[in-house]
């Protein structure tokens, strides 16, 4: 019995690959769907929403921002670019179970928009590029705490694919992204992985 895994990798009763993939597609389908069903009411309201749910650093009444910039882009171009591994990403980790996912995604929105709030600009900050950053760092990272040969394969081919995008933390490659989103981003996809890495002995049971 391979032991690298994490308990929420390992499939439950009736759990099969085949459905897990299709619970997949649809949980991360959705999720995106719903961004496009904001954008297009947002772009109705001329973006106005951006000004209101937009993240404000250093205001505490922009506290509560966090929990809504993600969720609003600034134009559809924005969130197209955003999709495609918003996507690819998403559905990765989700390959590994329901609970894996929605922590790694809330690691990676909470340290994107605690990381804008702190140090970011003086500007609105929107996008969900801050959890397209963290799920890749999850895969990345998680594959060598897993100490799994097959997680460490998915990490390299995906830095061979995808990983020019992590220029984006660097503060001097671009200045109309948020470079403090992305960084905030990958940091919460890293504790996700290191913090179910840090569970998974206990929580296994010995193989009979």
């Known amino acids: 019995m391979d032991m690298n895994v994490y308990r929420a990798d390992r499939p439950g ?5 085949a459905r897990r993939a299709r619970r997949g597609l649809l949980v991360v389908g959705s999720f995106v769907a719903l961004l496009y069903g904001i954008e297009l009411v947002n772009t109705l309201l001329l973006h106005s929403l951006n000004g209101i749910f937009g993240l ?7 506290i509560l921002d966090i929990l ?17 591994p918003l996507m690819i990403f998403g559905f990765l980790v989700f390959l590994s179970g329901l609970r894996v996912f929605l922590t790694a995604l809330a690691a990676s929105w ?17 996008g969900a590029s801050g959890l397209v950053f963290g799920l890749f760092a999850f895969l990345l990272v998680r594959g060598f705490v897993n100490r799994s040969w097959w997680q460490i394969l998915l990490s390299v081919l995906l830095f061979m694919a995808y990983g020019s995008i992590l220029f984006g933390v660097l503060p001097t490659v671009a200045s109309y992204v948020s470079w403090q989103a992305h960084l905030g981003g990958a940091a919460g996809g890293v504790l996700a992985a ?10 296994l049971r010995a193989p009979r």
């Open 110 to 126: 909470l340290g994107s928009g605690v990381l804008v709030w702190l140090i970011g600009g003086f500007k609105v900050t929107v």
């Open 13 to 17: 009763a009736g759990d099969s690959p």
């Open 194 to 203: 290191l913090f179910l890495g840090r569970r998974r002995p206990a929580a």
């Open 68 to 84: 809504t910039f993600p969720l609003l882009h600034a134009n559809l171009a924005h969130l197209i670019s955003n999709t495609l």
């Open 56 to 62: 404000r650093p250093r205001r505490l009444d922009g």
